[in-house]
């Protein structure tokens, strides 16, 4: 988990999931 940004590209799910 280096950068959110590579996280949720990563993952198919969307960002706001990660970011909350």
């Given at each position: 988990?280096?950068?959110p940004?590579?996280?949720w590209?990563?993952?198919p799910l969307p960002p706001?999931?990660?970011f909350n």
């Open positions: 988990m280096s950068s940004s590579t996280n590209r990563a993952e706001t999931i990660l």
